[in-house]
């Protein structure tokens, strides 16, 4: 009964802008799998979605979704989202998401053939999801986000694919929004340390933290006997996140978080200290974060996250996190 209560409670936040005490705007989005999965986005209230993991179209089937039937799914998220902004990431394949029929390569799959490495190995299949989500565009307001990058060379290379594919709808004289805005995920340390060495060639980024973890703490995600080692706290993570947040406020660009750690509560004023204004989460975590954003004052928050970041000491964080939420 009393979770009924908080829930209805929650519901009634749906249309409440995201802004803190001081006034502070804050973008809540949502991460969905499938076009389905829009409902419960707006159900609760997202202001756009932040993630769409287009690789899910490709899964548990034994044909690839060709350019008509991924421009139809991408064409029905963006018009059900109605003016709203939805990120549609470049399928995010490889590792533990393999198409049926491919078997993954090397003794460690996280580190192989995956997202971004496996789209530049297979460029007709690259292109033609650019294509669909540059067709997408014409419909409403569409970002593309490039996971996995690690080096100025491989955005160059994503980004020629990009302009190929625009070129090829414009000699067949299809529509597409020209001012569409190509991002890239920040998931590997290499990519979040010499982040400023990139960001000039980007619009927008989203911090993927579940791979960040997983590849700055040396973790397998999918590996549940080191799960408990997993930790979004450890002081080498929050350097890197803050980081990044940092210099893209730095540069003026867009950044985002659009890993687990935008739906957990217990972060969200921490993020909001390091500076962070945009998290994409499940729809169901939606209302909750927004109604910490509600009870926030980011005057207060930030002094408190400097002292954060320079303690090295686990128990102590601990203790200033539970005071932050207090
Ligand atoms: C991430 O790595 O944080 C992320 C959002 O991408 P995925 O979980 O799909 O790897
Ligand atoms: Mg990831």
Sequence with gaps: HQWELERKKLKRLRDTRAT????????????????????????????????????FLFLNRDNLPGEDEQFE????????????????????????????????????????????????????????????????????????LIPMLMSM????????????????????????DRTVQVGGMIEIPAAALAINSFIDKLDFLSIGTNDLIQYTLAIDRTDDTV??????????????????????????KPIALCGEMAGDVQLTRLLLGFGLRQLSMHPARLLEVKQRVLTSKVRDIVPQV????????????RMMLARLND
Aim: aromatic share 6%.
């Design 73 to 144: 799914a991408y064409r029905q998220v963006v018009r059900d989202m109605d003016g709203l902004p939805v990120t549609i990431r470049t399928y995010d394949l490889g590792a533990d998401k393999q198409i049926n029929g491919a078997v993954s390569t090397g003794t460690n799959p996280a580190l192989g053939l995956r997202a971004i490495r496996l789209s530049l190995s297979e460029p007709q299949m690259f292109l033609a999801q650019l294509r669909a989500m540059l067709r997408a565009s014409h419909y409403g307001k569409l970002g593309i």
């Design 153 to 176: 060379p491989e955005i160059s290379q994503a980004l020629n694919y990009v302009a190929l594919a625009k070129k090829s709808l414009e000699d067949r004289f299809i529509p597409f």
């Design 20 to 55: 803190t005490l001081d006034e502070v705007e804050v973008k809540l989005q949502a991460n969905i799998e499938l076009p389905d999965d829009i409902s419960g986005a707006r159900e609760n209230g997202a202001m756009g979605i932040g993630l769409f993991r287009t690789e």
């Design 306 to 317: 400097g002292k954060m970041l320079r303690t090295g000491d686990p128990e102590k964080l």
């Design 227 to 252: 799960s408990h080692l997993y930790d979004p706290l450890h002081p080498a993570v929050l350097t890197l996140v803050s980081h990044v947040i940092k210099a893209c406020n730095k540069a003026g």
